[in-house]
């Protein structure tokens, strides 16, 4: 049961976030997980992944809230009978904003991954995305993998991204969550 107190049906969110001084961007990975959880819920995208033949989704964020991003990085693969799909976004400037003023981005940044598993898998056009009900008064702990800058920093500062051997190996074998 996840932290809204419901079975998740397709959708597996893993959230986690590159970090330099060990924060959490709070708000956005709330905001994030808010609309994976409303998506995995909807009975047109339950319809909509239903239709690809896989039994469910891992969908990794690792929002970079230190880097440039210039470009996401993204890993898509089909594991066990089920797609593991791990994507980077970059965190916005969160400070004293509430999840909820972050949702309309995080909705683009969640379509937008799933727009690239659709192309990816051959999945026909995205449903609509159903209005997103309040957050849960208390929500539960979120949990968010953390993991620091990789030791060369210079040179990831440079790319502005992590590269796709890192977003592979973001969650890793160990995909224990590591609580704030």
């Not at 819920?41 to 319809?47: K, L, V, Y």
């Not at 620091?148 to 992590?162: A, C, I, R």
Request: proline share 12%.
């Amino acid at each position: 049961m996840d932290s809204w107190g419901r079975q998740p049906c397709w959708l597996h969110p893993h959230m986690g976030t590159i970090t330099v001084d060990g924060r959490v961007p709070q708000a956005y990975m709330l905001a994030l997980q808010h609309v994976v959880v409303t998506l995995d819920g909807d009975p047109g995208w339950r319809q909509w992944w239903r239709d690809s033949g896989v039994a469910s989704c891992e969908l990794g964020i690792v929002a970079e809230n230190h880097l440039d991003h210039l470009r996401p990085s993204a890993d898509i693969r089909q594991v066990r009978g089920k797609i593991r799909a791990n994507f980077t976004c970059a965190a916005p400037a969160a400070a004293g904003r509430r999840p909820a003023e972050l949702f309309p981005l995080a909705v683009r940044e969640v379509t937008g991954m799933f727009e690239v598993i659709r192309e990816a898998i051959g999945l026909g056009d995205l449903p609509p995305v159903p209005p997103l009900p309040d957050l849960p008064e208390h929500p539960g702990e979120l949990e968010v993998t953390r993991r620091p800058l990789p030791p060369d920093t210079d040179e990831v500062e440079q790319q502005g991204y992590l590269t796709l051997t890192q977003i592979q190996e973001f969650f890793g074998d160990d995909p224990a969550p590591h609580r704030p």
